[in-house]
């Protein structure tokens, strides 16, 4: 049962726009959220975190938004860069549960079109 | 600058061999873990570790097992390789602690079994 979801397998946006990615999760235990950036043949790069007890969290064009009560965070990346072209996961932890891991959603490859 | 190693890039080894993947990282961290990843399938978490000696199955461990001798160092073992196990492996390491912690992860190993 997949606990962290990543609806959009790819995304294609213009540079300058804006790209929106959605993750949603179904465990409400889950209090720390993060997105990490990966590209071919290398490991995932982390980019911007939020704790449950914040709505947003913002670090230059990347912002994630987080509604607790839909179960929903999305990254928003503004304005997008052809570098940005990447598969981006989106990853949930759940300190209570006694174990430090990140459970992840299948990711959403991302091409930024020049 | 944070670090994590992974022994090798690429890897080609027989069906029933026995595979060691291995890793180094050089921040003191308590946790470490072995993911996989697979197209389409995301990261899966193979087994984890949060000190010395102790490890703890993730969601897929059948067919591997991990060692922790030294804090810095996490291996994984493919006891006997099968084709089913061609995969990018991917080790990580974060801080011990309730509230969320970012994981680093290494570069990646790209196994073939053949």
């Known amino acids: 049962d997949q606990q962290v979801k990543q609806n959009s397998p790819s995304l294609s946006v213009q540079e300058g726009r804006i790209s929106i990615l959605n993750c949603d999760y179904t465990?409400?235990?889950?209090?720390?959220f993060l997105w990490y950036k990966k590209y071919p043949a290398e490991g995932p790069t982390f980019l911007i975190s939020?704790?449950?007890?914040?709505d947003k969290n913002e670090d230059g064009r990347f912002t994630v938004f987080l509604n607790k009560s839909a179960k929903h965070l999305s990254l928003h990346i503004v304005p997008s860069q052809p570098g940005d072209s990447a598969v981006y996961f989106c990853?949930?932890?759940?300190?209570?549960?006694?174990?430090?891991?990140?459970?992840f959603g299948k990711g959403t490859k991302l091409s930024v079109i020049p | 600058d944070v670090k994590v190693t992974q022994s090798s890039r690429y890897l080609v080894k027989r069906t029933g061999e026995k595979v060691f993947l291995e890793c180094v990282q050089d921040?003191?961290?308590?946790?470490m873990f072995w993911y996989r990843q697979d197209p389409g399938l995301g990261l899966r978490l193979i087994y984890f570790?949060?000190?010395?000696?102790?490890?703890e199955k993730g969601d897929i461990p059948e067919g591997y097992s991990v060692s922790r001798e030294k804090k810095e160092r996490f291996s994984l073992i493919l006891e006997s390789a099968s084709t089913n196990q061609t995969s990018m492996y991917l080790c990580?390491?974060?801080?011990f602690g309730r509230g969320g912690t970012e994981a680093f992860f290494g570069q990646g190993t790209r196994l073939t079994v053949v």
């Open positions: 921040m003191d961290h308590e946790n």
């Open positions: 990580a390491s974060s801080l």
């Open positions: 465990n409400s235990m889950f209090d720390y």
């Open positions: 939020i704790s449950s007890i914040k």
């Open positions: 990853a949930a932890s759940d300190p209570g549960a006694g174990s430090y891991q990140l459970t």
């Open positions: 570790s949060y000190d010395v000696k102790m490890k």
